[in-house]
């Protein structure tokens, strides 16, 4: 069974800090890797994804990738209340194996 | 452009009935998909559609049905529904195999009592 393991939180930061969030994955042929937010209430929208090893900056979120120990994370810099939010982390490959995770729980104290 | 749309927003099923959750996407996507999620779980794939008239299961089809007779619409059927499928229902549409962007639909909050 191929799974996607987040800590479900909730990660409480201030504002102004730097949210970390992390996510391990099982099947060693994933090859992209996405990340969600989903308010509460709402639909998942794509904040960012990643292909390859290393670092990928877009404004104040930065997707880190490590396949050789399966971990895939997404930094947020000066967290916003408006960042509250769950944050999903879901795999790539074929249509039927898009494994999501079961979310982690970001609360932004202002 | 809508997007992805789906009917109805709200429902309550009694256990027994069936009934076909709506999905229709403007944005000519080829892939086509049916998530449910459970409270406090990530989104946990149904059916999911390569193109009109091809439908292929996801993680967790039992109890569902699905047709894609045309590009723009993806409905999910019901059958006989059980406490078990009280869920949010999500469609969504992407552009390409693999495309980083799945497009998602508001949702369908289903309650089976």
């Known amino acids: 069974q191929k799974e996607v393991e987040q800590n479900s939180g909730p990660l409480s930061v201030p504002e102004g800090a730097i949210a970390s969030l992390n996510c391990t994955y099982s099947d060693r042929g994933s090859q992209s890797f996405f990340w969600y937010r989903q308010y509460s209430g709402k639909s998942p929208e794509l904040i960012m994804f990643?292909?390859?090893?290393g670092d990928k900056e877009d404004g104040r979120f930065t997707a880190q990738l490590n396949k050789a120990s399966q971990y895939v994370s997404l930094l947020i810099r000066d967290s916003q209340p408006s960042d509250s939010a769950t944050y999903l982390c879901?795999?790539?490959?074929?249509?039927?194996?898009?494994?999501f995770g079961k979310g982690t729980k970001l609360s932004v104290k202002p | 452009n809508a997007g992805v749309t789906q009917t109805p927003k709200f429902r309550i099923l009694k256990i027994g009935q069936s009934m076909t959750l709506q999905c229709t996407q403007d944005m000519n996507h080829n892939y086509m998909y049916w998530y449910r999620q459970d409270p406090g779980m990530g989104l946990k794939l149904i059916y999911y559609s390569v193109g009109a008239g091809i439908t292929d299961k996801g993680e967790v089809p039992n109890g569902y049905n699905v047709s894609r007779s045309t590009t723009e619409d993806f409905p999910l059927r019901l059958e006989l529904a059980a406490p078990s499928q009280t869920s949010v229902y999500f469609c969504?549409?992407?552009?390409?195999?693999?495309?980083?962007?799945?497009?998602f639909g508001p949702g369908t909050r289903l309650t089976v009592l």
């Open positions: 879901r795999t790539g490959g074929s249509q039927g194996n898009l494994i």
């Open positions: 969504a549409s992407s552009s390409l195999a693999g495309a980083p962007e799945q497009f």
């Open positions: 990643i292909y390859s090893n």
